[in-house]
């Protein structure tokens, strides 16, 4: 018995609800109008097209909703599509609601926060802690709710938590590896570079980019929120700059969006640190539906490289 969509595969008959995660319409070469639609559970997503849409289905069909869906998957330039044979919405005797379509972290809530606190125990740097603290304090709810990105990685409820608490526990690693390291500067930049996303992000499920997030970003968002908490807090300190400086750089490059490179040791491996978690993340999400001795689909945020698991997995 399949699992879910994500473990659908090009032949496979699919009969089942999934959620409506997007809905944009567009107008074919015969000038008839179609819907393409990203439809998915909590194993992944699947793109599908409404062909011939009449202005009720654009009505019907929009995201958030949960439709029964029959139809068999196929492969277009190298992804998976569902070719819809039969659509309608779920209906309330359905007994499937929204939230069951929504993948989750493997930590809960709770879990999530025990870990986190457990981490800011350990900072020794007064203005550093105080700093973390007052952004954890204010931003509990959402930090602990919200996914890391729309998409690519932890793209799901509590995902951004989940994201930090990982990178967390490989900062603890590396600073067993290499003691010269300023625990508290990592740990800080940690765990407050992605909180501008909850400004960036309209929300904690099917999230989607706000005004502030396309004009501004989580980046520019978060080095402001620093400065305003430290004046809050009255810290005139050199850790306030160089934790802005942690921010503004954790992307590395100018082309992946950071305004500084990193400057700073504890930067740079915020920056490593981000891009392993975030990898690794994509790679096992992808490559849990790959059987061995095959290749995965491309990955768009890797280069679109089609990755191969080995066939000695099998033993």
């Known amino acids: 018995m399949k699992k879910g969509i994500g473990y659908f595969q090009v032949g496979d008959k699919f009969d089942s609800y999934l959620l409506i995660k997007q809905a944009d319409k567009a107008v074919a070469s015969n000038g008839k109008a179609f819907l ?19 202005p009720a289905d654009e009505q019907r069909y929009q995201a958030d909703q949960v439709i029964k869906v029959q139809g068999e998957v196929n492969a277009f330039r190298g992804r998976l599509q569902l070719k819809i044979q039969a659509i309608r919405l779920a209906e309330p005797n359905d007994g499937v609601h929204p939230h069951d379509f929504v993948k989750r972290a493997p930590l809960t809530k709770e879990q ?38 729309v998409r690519n990685h932890h793209e799901f409820v ?61 980046i520019s968002i978060m080095s402001d929120e620093i400065a305003k908490a430290a ?24 082309e992946w969006g950071s305004p500084k490179p990193p400057l700073v040791r504890e930067a740079e491996l915020l920056h490593i640190i981000d891009l392993i978690d975030a990898k690794m993340n994509t790679l096992q999400r ?6 061995p001795g095959d290749f995965s689909e491309r990955i768009f945020s ?12 099998r033993e």
């Open 36 to 54: 393409t639609l990203i439809l998915g559970d909590d194993t992944g997503d699947i793109e599908a097209k409404l062909w011939d849409a009449s």
């Open 231 to 254: 004046r809050e807090l009255k810290i005139e300190a050199e850790e306030v700059m160089v934790l802005q400086h942690m921010i503004l750089s954790h992307h590395g490059k100018g």
């Open 112 to 149: 999530l926060l025990e870990e986190l606190t457990s981490f800011i125990f350990e900072m020794e740097n007064p203005n550093l802690q105080r700093i973390t603290r007052y952004f954890l304090s204010n931003y509990q709810e959402d930090l602990l709710a919200f996914p890391a990105a």
């Open 286 to 291: 992808v490559m849990d539906k790959v059987a």
């Open 158 to 218: 509590s995902g951004l938590a989940f994201h930090v608490v990982s990178m967390l526990r490989i900062a603890r690693e590396l600073k067993n590896l290499y003691p010269e390291i300023n625990k508290d500067l990592l740990y800080a930049g940690i765990i407050l570079h992605d909180i501008g996303k909850l400004r960036e992000l309209s929300g904690a499920s099917n999230p989607s980019y706000t005004i502030e997030g396309k004009l501004i970003g989580h």
């Open 302 to 313: 890797m280069e679109n490289r089609s990755f191969y698991k080995p066939a000695f997995e």
